[in-house]
């Protein structure tokens, strides 16, 4: 766990008081709720600005967010996470941190394998984890869905896609959780998260060198650059990082989330139970209410955003998950309604960096609803125990402790 | 009636594929998932609720709907 190179740098945050001006994505006050605090930043500016992180803005508007994420003049992806440090940038992972125009050709070479034919013939596998999963604990009556269910789907379906043993799935998640939220203040977990995360995949790839097979690995082995040769192993660990990285704790937290609405509002459960058509609708609207994904940019030039100016030097806090919230995109913007028939939400990004792979996530989030349904239509969340959100970057429930079968108790 | 016609921008298209969920008679996807109109992008009669729908739920704001 030594780092000789990195100080073991664990900075305190002090409590949130003034929002507008020292706001704090790491407070627990904004990983319990932190509809209030985009509400009361909104209403405060578009943009708004805090020293913490060395000096973040965030914009609170769906037209600011917006801006934000189509001007890759000033603002670099080259940064995608807001942390108390910035050390120099080794572990690049294409194309999320390449700006233009280096960023098209990375992700050119990403996008065949997660079109929406792609994710039909990996829907039968997905399925059947969904269907392995709830065997493993529906006779029990009750479970963690977040630990027994929906961090599972992810994880096993990403590792079927790249080739790898889906059972190596509890290391991923350690070192995802090394990355995305112990990383943020502790530098020594990132480097060790992202060092073993590299030589696991090394291996696989040395593996394929001999004996290329027909999984997303090879496929980035085999895949040219825009000069014609294949990729360098750097590049391609990279982009596995990515794929690892973003392809799990995102779908587990927006699926948690949507299992944890479900669970706590009969009349949205009892409608889909009655139209399963309407299922992919709602996870469009689960997936904008409870948008699981912040991203950051690093301002390069200044400018302005929404009438604000924005200097560089600063971090900025993507906040998709706010910009869904934004009253004046969207009517009732703080009511969940399962059938919105107007939804141009972002949680999935907007612009160059759209995430590559959504298909695969509305995929797994559908199949993933369908199956806990027909096998478990009636649930509540226990009110003996807690559910608890994960801090930062990506946002869910990482504890989402359910009881099965009909509430017979008068007064729950 | 008049007749809709649709078309896509493919400046703006980044690939969400929200029409082509929403309305897969109208929209095509190629290689790399980015969406086009089919044919020359006319709406038969019948799907012009699902043009619309479309184009109110595309995040880029990349489906034009014309009246002819």
Known sequence: ?412 | MSKLKIRVDQDKCQGHARCKSLAPELFELDDYGNAHEIGDGSVPDGLEDKAWLAQTNCPEIAIEVTEE
Not at chain 1, 117 to 136: F, G, H, Q, S, T
Not at chain 1, 342 to 350: D, M, V, W
Not at chain 1, 367 to 382: G, N, T
Request: charged letters at 25%; proline letters at 8%; hydrophobic letters at 40%.
């Open chain 1, 1 to 412: 766990m030594s780092d000789s190179e990195s100080a073991n740098f664990v900075p305190e945050h002090p409590a949130v008081t003034d929002w507008v001006n020292d706001f704090d994505h790491t407070d627990p006050t904004w990983t319990e709720d932190p509809f209030p605090i985009w509400e009361e930043l909104r209403a405060a500016s578009p943009v708004v600005h805090t020293e913490r992180f060395l000096g973040c803005y965030m914009p609170t508007t769906y037209q600011a967010v917006k801006e934000i994420a189509y001007d890759t003049e000033h603002f670099s992806s080259r940064r995608v996470i807001v942390r108390d440090v910035r050390p120099d940038i080794t572990a690049r992972a294409p194309p999320i941190t390449s700006d233009p125009p280096e960023h098209k050709p990375a992700k050119q070479v990403l996008l065949p394998p997660f079109t929406p034919d792609a994710m039909k013939k990996l829907e039968p596998r997905v399925r059947a984890i969904c269907n392995e999963l709830i065997d493993e604990f529906i006779a029990d009556g009750r479970c963690d869905a977040a630990a027994r269910y929906t961090k599972h789907i992810p994880v096993r379906a990403i590792a079927h896609m790249l080739g790898i043993p889906e059972k190596d799935g509890d290391l991923f998640i350690k070192w995802i959780h090394q990355i995305l939220e112990l990383g943020i203040k502790d530098d020594n977990q990132l480097m060790s998260g992202v060092r073993e995360m590299t030589g696991y995949f090394m291996a696989h790839l040395e593996q394929r060198k001999l004996e290329p097979g027909d999984d997303l690995i090879s496929t980035l082995m085999q895949a040219k650059g825009p000069d014609g040769r294949p990729l360098s192993d750097e590049h391609v660990l990279g982009s596995l990082r990515l794929l690892l990285i973003a392809g799990i704790d995102t779908t587990w937290s927006a699926l948690g989330s949507s299992l944890w609405h479900l669970a706590k509002t009969p009349a949205d459960r009892e409608r889909l139970l009655a139209e399963p058509a309407l299922i992919p609708t709602a996870i469009e609207e689960f997936l904008r209410a409870y948008s699981p994904v912040t991203m950051a940019r690093e301002v390069m030039k200044e400018t302005t955003i929404s009438g604000c100016p924005v200097k560089s030097g600063n971090m900025v806090l993507l906040s998709f998950p706010a910009a869904n919230r934004d009253p004046a995109m969207f009517p009732d913007a703080d009511k969940v309604v399962i059938d919105r028939k107007e939804n141009r939400h972002a949680a999935f990004g907007l612009g160059i960096h759209r995430c590559v792979g959504s298909n695969l996530a509305r995929m797994e989030m559908t199949v993933a609803i369908e199956e806990w349904l027909k096998r478990i239509p009636d649930f509540r969340l226990d009110p003996a125990s807690k559910v608890t959100w994960s801090e930062g970057t990506v946002r869910g429930p990482r504890q989402l402790p359910m009881l099965f079968g009909k509430n017979t108790s008068k007064n729950a």
